[in-house]
């Protein structure tokens, strides 16, 4: 069957429309600013076009939305990157637009979907995928299923504590992953070494350059990171580990080496998944989005 992948972002909307293991259509448009009406009526008018273009019939509707959601209900409960979008009931307002039906999933499961069954993980009964970028967040597949748990908050890896009474971090805990380890943490963490704002990545390339701070700082995050990790191999033991996102793929096979070293040694006795980096990039979401469409029929 075919199905269009929705990927709803903080600055872009990416719609794909998967046959078999084909994207045979793809777009993306930009995300409005001005409230979430506007959001929903641009997602509207683009998955029109996608239908109408889309070089095979379309049978169902998946959209890959960030924040906690509330996936039976089909609402968006508060995307943090898009002003004013909270309580939006996406899946209503496109089924009724489109009359077809519509399915909602968290964007970072919907990733780990693709990543399973299209990408780094194909093969495997069970994976998780952690995607490292300007937050951190995490999906858990069990017998090629998402794996929600009993609230739909399953798999947010990025709020396990790994360092207690470290800096509070946007869910209003302190020494989350997120807080530690992130894109956003890094930037903060090398601006204060620095004495001067520096992104991060900039941290990166001075990390490649052999720079002792930025060495301390990228070490730091895939040591946090390999810990994590070695929490949700005890608790889930996956079959494999896909880590994907700007710096978790960005910084390369250096940077994975120091993540499974650390997953290694919280693991000790513990028999170990194999780590690997992801494949389908930023394709993932959209891919992703079309599959949760397709496994929900």
Known sequence: MATLGIDLGGTKIALGVLEGEELVYSARVATPSDGSEAVLQVM????????????????????????PIDYRAGVVTYAPNIPDFADVPVVGRLRRALELPVFLENDANAAALAEHHLGAARGAESSFFVTVSTGIGGGAIIGGRVWRG???????????????????????????????????????DASYAYAREVSTPQLFDLWRQGDGKARELVSGSARYLGQALADVQKLLDPEVIVVGGGVGVGGGE????????????????????????????????????????????
């Open 44 to 67: 509207v008018a683009a998955a029109r076009e996608a239908l109408a273009e889309s070089p095979v019939a379309v049978e169902a509707v998946g959209v890959g939305s960030p924040g």
């Open 150 to 188: 009993a609230h739909g908050q399953g798999g947010e890896i990025g709020h396990l504590t790994v360092l207690p009474g470290g800096p509070v971090c946007g869910c209003g805990n302190r020494g989350c992953l997120e807080a530690v380890a992130s894109g956003r943490a890094l930037a903060r």
């Open 254 to 297: 250096e940077y994975l080496s120091l993540v499974r070293q650390a997953y290694a040694d919280h693991l000790q006795v513990w028999r170990r998944a194999e780590i690997r980096a992801a494949r389908l990039l930023e394709r993932a979401g959209v891919i992703g989005a079309a599959l949760v469409a397709r496994f929900a029929n």
